[in-house]
């Protein structure tokens, strides 16, 4: 199965004496399913994937937030073993609300315990982080290049201030950054789940549930800003009929987008997975019953260079391959692999 995009990108090309004028240029984009991967459920069932890492070993690591706790599969889709169980046992979580996997740490969020537990790849207990001058909150989890921990978190119950922090392996809190848009200070009631992603370069990338708005910084400096859209985009999220009081939000949220993640691709590209909740999608807790999902497909300074529709759901990335759940019902959950490419016309 292959999908194509035509895209016109209008991109900055340096000439002589440092001067730079602007060059239309025609890309093709290409969406090409490469295998997809039934996950077994004979030996244990899955709820819900909340988040999910694709490594270079061939694993796939689950957050079921359903059941709180991590599971591992192979890339045939065999169960391998839960890594983290659900207890308040040192090696167990209660309320895991975010993951962060390289090849020597596994870090998990606890929301319940307001810490960070790391354990081996292998599931084995190494540490509890107890922050000290943040709380955690449900977000994402990125370990650095350099070894160091991009942790979703906030200043205070409503999470207004900033969203994420740098801290290290011990804990000891680094740096502080991003702030949320201010759309989330004008209504009081959006959701205010986030999502980051880093590259090997030390960049990072962060978006907000309710806001097109994206936070790119650079953990090499810690310093980073705003891509702000304009006013018509920011209205696909939060519409005129959303009232300030936010007494109709039930109502409104299913005319309005909603971000699903936020990924680098081959650490050149940022996708930005979204959609429409729908009734079907409440009461089920089904991310793929979501109306009118789309990617958009950003450049690593965060302007958007297409747009493509997918019938899934972006799970993760995996070198230059995208993870989409197109199935969730149970015994029957698929993983799809689909490779993009871009080329010059």
Do not use: W
Request: some cysteine; overall charge neutral.
């Amino acid at each position: 199965m292959k999908y194509t995009y035509i895209m016109l990108i209008l991109m900055e090309l340096s000439i002589a004496f440092g001067c730079k004028n602007r060059e239309s240029r025609k890309f093709n984009i290409e969406i090409e399913k490469v295998s997809e991967i039934l996950l077994s459920e004979k030996d244990v069932v899955i709820g819900n994937i909340f988040q999910c890492i694709a490594t270079n070993d061939s694993q796939i690591v689950i957050l079921d937030i359903e059941a709180s706790d991590i599971k591992q599969y192979d890339f045939r889709g065999n169960y391998v073993r839960t890594l983290v169980k659900r207890g308040s046992s040192p090696n167990e979580v209660l309320a895991p609300r975010g993951i962060g996997l390289n090849d020597k740490y596994l870090f998990v969020a606890d929301f319940a315990t307001n810490s960070t537990k790391v354990f081996s790849i292998n599931g084995e207990y190494i540490n509890q982080i107890f922050p000290e001058g943040y709380n955690i909150v449900m977000g994402s989890i990125k370990i650095l290049p350099d070894g160091r921990v991009l942790h979703g978190a906030s200043s205070d119950t409503r999470g207004y201030y900033f969203a994420t922090v740098i801290i290290d392996t011990t804990g000891k809190l680094i740096a502080k950054g991003a702030k949320y848009p201010k759309v989330y200070q004008e209504y009081k009631r959006l959701i205010g789940i986030y999502y980051c992603d880093a590259n090997a370069f030390g960049e990072y990338v962060i978006c907000f549930a309710k806001s097109p708005d994206i936070f790119i910084g650079n953990s090499k400096d810690n310093n980073g800003s705003f891509k702000e859209f304009d006013e018509n985009n920011k209205k696909k999220y939060v519409s005129d009929k959303r009232s300030k009081e936010g007494d109709n939000a039930l109502q409104v949220e299913y005319e309005e987008f909603f971000n699903l993640g936020i990924f680098y691709l081959s650490d050149t590209l940022i996708l930005r997975p979204y959609g429409k909740t729908t009734p079907e999608a409440e009461k089920s807790k089904s991310f793929l019953l979501f109306s009118d999902k789309k990617i958009d497909i950003l450049n690593r300074e965060g302007e958007i260079i297409s747009t493509i529709s997918v019938q899934g759901r972006l799970l993760c990335t995996f070198k230059n391959y995208l993870v989409l759940e197109e199935n969730d019902a149970p015994n029957n959950r698929i993983i799809a692999f689909y490779k993009l490419s871009m080329k010059e016309n």
